[in-house]
């Protein structure tokens, strides 16, 4: 059968391919990739984050032996790190191991199909992630007040310090995980990470070396421990509150964006 005998339907399907559906936008792809995400973790990370609760109260308590409970600044400190330790455990650790994980095995070439922007991958993915540390944080939050004397009038603060807190070290530990050479550099960055949050987070700072405390300044989860430890008092500082807020979300605006162009350096290799 020569060409002529087609029929001119046929011809213009078979000469011209059907172009491509369009890319989706930031926010659709964001949805999408946050929904699959969240599917994908919520059996694989639900263990974890019991590891990660249970880790944070067992410090409480041990903390209860050696600070005094009370309207103090370190029972305030003890109870405000150990809550935001829940959120760096899973942000920060998991997700650098995750995402290192992702480059070692060439599970980024799958994402990198998808039509969807680079942010979108990043920023649903850290997401899906940071979503599981809230009732570990409220239990943790609540266990260390009851623990310590302070009050629980204030425990939905958490509600902006969860995200903001877990935006800044989500995109820390997305950072790690796409920048370290290798699998195992991702991993051993994301625990460095996570017992700096647990020793500069958690130990009161009254009698911490002024150099400690400049480090301390340095870690992005240290304004959402701060900004929740202001709450336990009779009188809370809701400016100094709002303002280490907004540094949380500063640094998790310029750590998702570091953490979107490791994203695009990883897959173009």
């Known amino acids: 059968m020569t060409l002529l005998s087609v029929p001119p339907e046929t011809r213009r ?9 369009p890319a989706a936008g930031l926010l659709p792809g964001l949805a999408a990739v946050y929904r699959a995400q969240l599917a994908r973790a919520r059996v694989a990370r639900i263990p974890l984050l019991f590891v990660a609760t249970f880790q944070s109260l067992g410090i409480l308590v041990m903390m209860r032996g050696v600070v005094e409970a009370g309207q103090s600044s370190g029972a305030r400190s003890v109870v405000a790190g150990a809550s935001v330790l829940v959120v760096a455990f899973v942000a920060l650790n998991l ?29 649903g993915t850290a997401a899906a992630y940071a979503s599981f540390t809230l009732p ?19 425990l939905w603060v958490l509600l902006a310090v969860v995200p903001l807190a877990g935006a800044a070290l989500s995109g820390l530990g997305a950072a790690c995980g ?3 050479p290798r699998q195992e550099i991702a991993t051993m960055l994301g625990q460095l990470g996570m017992s700096a949050a647990l020793l500069l987070g958690v130990l009161p700072t009254d009698h911490l ?13 240290t304004y959402g421990v701060e900004a929740f430890a202001r709450t336990f008092t009779p009188d809370p500082d809701w400016v100094g509150v709002l303002v280490d807020l907004a540094v949380c979300a500063g640094v998790g605006v310029v750590s998702l964006a570091v953490a979107t162009w490791a994203y695009r350096r990883a897959v173009s290799r």
């Open 95 to 123: 997700l650098a191991q995750y995402f290192g994980k992702l480059r070692a095995t060439g599970g980024l070439d799958h994402y990198a199909t998808l039509p969807v922007p680079a942010a979108s991958v990043v920023l």
């Open 136 to 154: 570990g944080t409220l239990v943790t939050a609540a266990t260390g007040a009851v623990l310590f004397g302070l009050p629980l009038g204030q």
């Open 209 to 221: 070396p002024q150099p400690v405390l400049w480090l301390r300044a340095l870690l992005p989860s």
């Open 13 to 21: 399907s078979t000469a011209a391919p059907a172009p491509l559906a």
């Open 178 to 180: 796409l920048l370290a």
